[in-house]
């Protein structure tokens, strides 16, 4: 698919499927996109939040419908739907989740979970057979079926993001921060850098009561020998998965940069750095932990 025949970004997405196909995690990557997500919602009440926050509202919508859903009837669903495409055109689509009776059965029994339609008669193999039969017709009006069968949540998100046409524009957020390892590390970072290696602006009489921020720090940090190359080093790492992050749907990137007081080497570190992702083209956020 060529860039110019790419789908627009609906407004509304439905998400109907079998108990374990995958809705929840749909649900969590369209968040992730920008929408608001709406999980087991009485069905009764899905077509007053569709006229509240996409007509009135004019919001980006996610709903999941399944069989866990209170009063869902799938007769029911046909006209609701043709009702909403009549009333939204192309900004709604449907997507139906699938996966094999084999996958589901083995997802559910991994997780221990107890499937919605087991009534303890007929198992787990008539409970997903019993789903598939009542969910059958829905396929059938559906704009988007997407089979999770063997499927990574990776390849997952970037299969109904690009089906959707809520493709990344090859740039993602990015949070930039500095620690003391003193402190430990900071639990919600995805890459850590030990900047340790470089000398400590502490030792230095003049630079210690200063900070990373501070332009004679900057100086003494980036006249070690090995500053420049392992920052060259770093861009060209960063230029190589930024981009493959964000086409795999990943909503942010998280680096850290840590140093023995998380004052010096990190923080100066941490905002060098930053400014070179922007240059990439990526929104970029700092965040110094101990300043």
Same mark, same amino acid.
């Given at each position: 698919?060529?860039?110019?025949?790419?789908?627009?970004?609906?407004?509304?997405?439905?998400?109907?499927?079998?108990?374990?196909?995958?809705?929840?995690?749909?649900?969590?990557?369209?968040?992730?996109?920008?929408?608001?997500?709406?999980?087991?919602? !009485?069905?009764?009440?899905?077509?007053?939040?569709? /006229?509240?926050?996409?007509?009135?509202?004019?919001? %980006? *919508?996610? +709903?999941? #419908?399944?069989?866990?859903?209170?009063?869902?009837?799938?007769?029911?669903?046909?006209?609701?739907?043709?009702?909403?495409?009549?009333?939204?055109?192309?900004?709604?689509?449907?997507?139906?989740?699938?996966?094999?009776?084999?996958?589901?059965?083995?997802?559910?029994?991994?997780?221990?979970?107890?499937?919605?339609?087991?009534?303890?008669?007929?198992?787990?193999?008539?409970?997903?057979?019993?789903?598939?039969?009542?969910?059958?017709?829905?396929?059938?009006?559906?704009?988007?079926?997407?089979?999770?069968?063997?499927?990574? !949540?990776?390849?997952?998100?970037?299969?109904?993001? /690009?089906?959707?046409?809520?493709?990344?524009?090859? %740039? *993602?957020? +990015?949070? #930039?921060?500095?620690?003391?390892?003193?402190?430990?590390?900071?639990?919600?970072?995805?890459?850590?850098?030990?900047?340790?290696?470089?000398?400590?602006?502490?030792?230095?009489?003049?630079?210690?009561?200063?900070?990373?921020?501070?332009?004679?720090?900057?100086?003494?940090?980036?006249?070690?020998?090995?500053?420049?190359?392992?920052?060259?080093?770093?861009?060209?790492?960063?230029?190589?998965m930024l981009p493959r992050f964000a086409a795999e749907g990943r909503p942010q990137f998280s680096i850290g940069f840590g140093c023995t007081g998380g004052r010096h080497r990190s923080v100066f570190t941490a905002e060098y750095v930053a400014a070179m992702i922007r240059a990439m083209g990526h929104e970029v956020s700092v965040k110094h932990r101990e300043l």
């Amino acid at each position: 698919m060529t860039k110019s025949s790419l789908p627009e970004p609906p407004q509304l997405v439905l998400i109907v499927g079998l108990a374990g196909a995958g809705y929840s995690t749909a649900l969590n990557v369209l968040e992730d996109a920008g929408y608001s997500a709406v999980d087991n919602l !009485p069905f009764a009440l899905i077509n007053q939040i569709i /006229s509240l926050e996409v007509e009135t509202n004019d919001k %980006k *919508l996610a +709903v999941s #419908v399944d069989s866990r859903t209170s009063g869902f009837d799938a007769s029911g669903l046909i006209p609701l739907m043709k009702d909403i495409r009549h009333r939204l055109g192309d900004r709604v689509k449907l997507v139906f989740l699938t996966a094999s009776e084999v996958e589901l059965a083995r997802r559910f029994n991994a997780t221990r979970r107890h499937h919605p339609l087991d009534d303890h008669n007929e198992g787990l193999a008539g409970a997903i057979r019993r789903d598939w039969q009542q969910l059958e017709k829905i396929s059938a009006i559906a704009d988007i079926a997407i089979d999770t069968s063997g499927t990574s !949540p990776t390849h997952f998100r970037t299969a109904l993001l /690009s089906q959707l046409g809520v493709l990344p524009k090859g %740039k *993602l957020p +990015v949070m #930039v921060s500095s620690f003391s390892y003193r402190r430990g590390l900071p639990s919600d970072t995805d890459m850590v850098l030990d900047m340790r290696f470089l000398d400590n602006p502490h030792w230095q009489p003049d630079l210690a009561p200063l900070t990373g921020l501070d332009a004679a720090v900057a100086d003494f940090i980036k006249a070690h020998d090995r500053f420049d190359a392992t920052m060259t080093s770093l861009e060209a790492m960063l230029n190589e998965m930024l981009p493959r992050f964000a086409a795999e749907g990943r909503p942010q990137f998280s680096i850290g940069f840590g140093c023995t007081g998380g004052r010096h080497r990190s923080v100066f570190t941490a905002e060098y750095v930053a400014a070179m992702i922007r240059a990439m083209g990526h929104e970029v956020s700092v965040k110094h932990r101990e300043l």
